[in-house]
């Protein structure tokens, strides 16, 4: 079973935003990032972290129910990830900025980047660097014409 973890991607000056306007959430004193409580969905521990870098990851805690490479794994993934996409652009909206109803700072979840991958149960064969790196639109599409193949 292929299990899906981390996903990256980068918002101009999201950190600042976010420490300057929300001061409930705390940098970390040694490498100033800033986490946002993680919540489940879908029984998904779903984390993000706003790098001082502007980079955001998105760690999909999945040891006990992880993410199957078929239909009802990538749709149930990729709707918790739309809830973090959405959640990140009100942390922006409560900063008081002015975001139009049509365009929002954070991108589109397809085009956040996957930066590992498990294959099996919490398996210790982790595939992480820039060979494996996919954007997860790109990761749907073949995991649906996998499933689309018929079994010999």
Sequence with gaps: MVTMHRFRFKVDNIWT??????PDL?????????????IV??????????HHTDTVSVIVGCSSNPVA????????????LIRVEERLSRYIQCAH?????????IPDHDSWIFT????????????????????????ILAA????????A
């Design 116 to 139: 590992m991958w498990h294959f099996g149960y919490d398996s210790p064969n982790e595939y992480v660097g820039k060979e494996f790196e996919v954007a997860w639109e790109s990761a």
């Design 144 to 151: 649906v014409e996998m499933c689309a193949q018929p079994t």
């Design 69 to 80: 490479a078929d239909i009802k794994g990538l749709v149930r993934l990729s709707n918790a």
């Design 26 to 38: 705390t940098p970390n004193e040694v490498s100033k990032d800033v986490s946002l409580e993680p």
């Design 97 to 105: 900025l002015s975001l139009s109803s049509t365009s929002s700072p």
């Design 17 to 22: 935003v976010i420490s300057n306007n929300h």
């Design 41 to 50: 969905i879908h029984d998904l521990t779903v984390k993000a972290i706003i």
